[in-house]
T-cell receptor, first 115, second 109 residues
Framework: DTEVTQTPKHLVMGMTNKKSLKCEQHMGHRAMYWYKQKAKKPPELMFV???????INESVPSRFSPECPNSSLLNLHLHALQPEDSALYLC??????????????FGPGTRLTVT | TQLLEQSPQFLSIQEGENLTVYCNSS?????LQWYRQEPGEGPVLLVTVVTGGEVKKLKRLTFQFGDARKDSSLHITAAQPGDTGLYLC?????????FGGGTRLMVKP
């Protein structure tokens, strides 16, 4: 099973709303990632969690707050977003994280629209 | 800055034609991954190449890693409409994963 699941598939939210994106994997992977992808662009790394601890934060604004409740789950809490934050948000996981030596498996993404 | 350049950016071909997509950098990568992404979906890992000069085949897809591990190519033989999508290369330089800009392929029946 190489599946990473993400919910919801689509999300529309206002700039004053608070919402959360969820990601789950049952491959026993110990590293999980959040990426942001704008239209016709490659994915951009936001956060890396390794063994449930935040390892990398790519200077992401504080209106994005990641959380890793356990080794299978990764959340991204959203608050006071801007319209330019509209994008496809991708979750990925890998067996481990040692400088990206391990293959990453992506979820289907959440299409976020901020109005 | 480890920059990965993909070419061409866009490619529209007829079913049955062959094509090659290139992924080039001035940096050395310890490994390089190729993904295919369909609209509204996440990237799907196709292959990982690790050794300089390595060639991997996946049905009609042939992947090659340059001898110096700075570049890679993806060759598709007898393309089919199901091959349509965004092809992304991603290089691992040890401290970060760098994505190329992608090649958008359309195969017309």
């Amino acid at each position: 099973d190489t599946e990473v699941t993400q919910t919801p598939k689509h999300l529309v939210m206002g700039m004053t709303n608070k919402k959360s994106l969820k990601c789950e994997q049952h491959m026993g992977h110990r590293a999980m990632y959040w990426y942001k992808q704008k239209a016709k662009k490659p994915p951009e790394l936001m956060f890396v969690y390794s063994y449930e601890k935040l390892s990398i934060n790519e200077s992401v604004p504080s209106r994005f707050s990641p959380e890793c409740p356990n080794s299978s789950l990764l959340n991204l809490h959203l608050h006071a977003l801007q319209p330019e934050d509209s994008a496809l948000y991708l979750c990925a996981s890998s067996q481990d994280w040692d400088g990206y030596k391990y293959e990453q498996y992506f979820g289907p993404g959440t299409r976020l629209t901020v109005t | 800055t480890q920059l990965l350049e993909q070419s061409p950016q866009f490619l529209s071909i007829q079913e049955g034609e062959n094509l090659t997509v290139y992924c080039n950098s001035s940096s050395v990568f310890s490994s390089l991954q190729w993904y295919r992404q369909e609209p509204g979906e996440g990237p799907v890992l196709l292959v990982t190449v690790v050794t300089g000069g390595e060639v991997k085949k996946l049905k009609r897809l042939t992947f090659q890693f340059g001898d110096a591990r700075k570049d890679s190519s993806l060759h598709i033989t007898a393309a089919q409409p199901g091959d349509t999508g965004l092809y992304l290369c991603a290089g691992d330089a040890g401290n970060m994963l760098t994505f190329g800009g992608g090649t958008r392929l359309m195969v017309k029946p």
